[in-house]
């Protein structure tokens, strides 16, 4: 008999202000996987509203955490951001949190408490201020259909499947 699949979270980060929703739509779209059933309590998708009062339950008991948020940097809007752990993570300037707390800080946090899933966080770069703007749309949807994308292969590959497997009836 093979290894335990992992207990993977899914965590989109946003809130319904502008283009800090993308997050939420990376969530959304893998929500809407008909695949990702077929892992029952092993995936676990989630919409965070609130990382300072929710990121830490959500990262209890996880063996793979994968965060998504919005970014604001000096990148075109739609630009995919990929750090694989905390410490690479605490050492960029993009601004990772307009949620109170940084998501920096709150991983640390979560690691001196003993949660200590390995961590995936994925970052859209979306435009500066909170009018959507029309003319980087197109951008920002490209770019939530590749994270969703890369995510279903990171789900894939964590458990050792064919990525159409956490998803095949997807219609992205």
């Given at each position: 008999m093979g290894a335990p699949l992992p207990k993977i979270k899914v965590i989109g980060i946003g809130s319904s202000q502008a283009d800090d929703r993308l997050g939420w739509d990376v969530a959304e779209a893998l929500l809407a996987c008909s695949g990702a059933a077929a892992y029952g309590d092993r995936l676990e998708i989630a919409i965070c509203r609130s990382p300072a009062s929710e990121l830490l339950g959500l990262l209890a008991r996880a063996d793979v955490a994968v965060i998504v948020d919005a970014v604001k940097d000096q990148?075109?809007?739609?630009?995919?951001?990929?750090w694989v752990n905390v410490d690479s993570l605490a050492s960029t300037a993009k601004v990772l949190s307009s949620h109170g707390v940084a998501l920096q800080t709150l991983l640390m946090l979560a690691d001196a408490l003993g949660y200590r899933p390995s961590i995936v966080v994925y970052g859209i770069e979306t435009i500066s201020g909170d009018v959507p703007d029309a003319d980087s749309q197109p951008a920002l949807r490209r770019a939530v259909l590749r994270v969703t994308e890369d995510i279903k292969r990171e789900i894939a590959n964590r458990c050792g499947l064919a990525p159409t497997s956490?998803?095949?009836s997807c219609q992205n």
């Open positions: 990148g075109a809007p739609g630009t995919v951001y990929r956490v998803c095949s």
